[in-house]
């Protein structure tokens, strides 16, 4: 779709406006934004298309979207997908050598545990591997109620930091404020960064890595302006 506007707007109610007339989603609802600061985000997206309509360049845009359209209309169905992550966290995994991985692991995945553990109140079962190992039944229940806990646009969100860092329980130390977003990326790839030291990257796992990131970022913006 090439621009048609001229001036984009925030409406009372955090509505966006092109020319006066209301933004709405694909799936026709008024594009409004729970807070101030979200909407004027997501206006400024608007603001800087060029010719062209680029979705990839309105991230923001795009998680509210999915959060009006998909998540609001059944957000604990869509709590239920992200809380699955809590039964095979990545930081459950860790390897058996060598050492220097295995402490790498260590000091960046065990304080993320140790602050679940202490917040939600549960008992982890790490493990060495990649063969799925059961975490207890009321951990698993405690994490989920956690997340189906969530407004739909933090489920939408969160839901970038779950997927490309494959853990639930870092993804919610980012939206609780108890790890900032270099500490959870960096925590997220240390297996990737360690294959990266051994064999080298080539420009189709730089290009993938980059992609990642540029998602991990919008959920965490996006999280930060609610």
């Known amino acids: 779709m090439r621009r048609f506007w001229k001036d984009v707007t925030v409406e009372p109610g955090n509505g966006i406006a092109l020319d006066g007339k209301p933004v709405r989603t694909p799936g026709r609802?008024?594009?409004a934004l729970p807070t101030p600061q979200l909407a004027e985000a997501v206006a400024a997206e608007w603001r800087t298309v060029g010719e062209t309509i680029d979705p990839r360049a309105m991230p923001l845009t795009g998680l509210a979207n999915a959060a009006i359209d998909r998540i609001a209309a059944d957000p604990a169905a869509f709590a239920a997908g992200l809380a699955a992550y809590g039964e095979s966290d990545l930081l459950y995994y860790r390897a058996e050598d060598p050492p220097?991985?295995?402490a790498r692991q260590e000091a960046a995945w065990d304080p993320l545990l140790e602050w679940a553990r202490g917040?939600?109140?549960v008992h982890f079962e790490p493990t060495t591997g990649v063969m799925h190992r059961a975490q207890p039944e009321a951990t698993v229940a405690r994490l989920s109620e956690a997340?189906?806990?969530l407004d739909p646009f933090r489920l939408a969100g969160l839901s970038?930091?779950?997927t490309v860092s494959g853990s639930l329980i870092a993804a919610l130390a980012l939206l609780e404020g108890?790890?900032?977003?270099?500490t959870v990326w960096r925590?997220?790839?240390?297996d990737e960064d360690w294959?990266?030291?051994?064999w080298g990257e080539d420009d189709l796992a730089t290009r993938a890595r980059d992609a990642h990131r540029a998602d991990f970022e919008a959920g965490a913006r996006f999280l930060d302006l609610l």
């Open 29 to 31: 609802a008024p594009l």
């Open 100 to 102: 220097e991985l295995v």
């Open 119 to 121: 917040r939600y109140d």
């Open 147 to 149: 997340v189906a806990a």
């Open 160 to 162: 970038p930091l779950v």
């Open 178 to 182: 108890a790890a900032d977003r270099e």
């Open 187 to 190: 925590a997220a790839q240390i």
């Open 195 to 198: 294959q990266a030291e051994q």
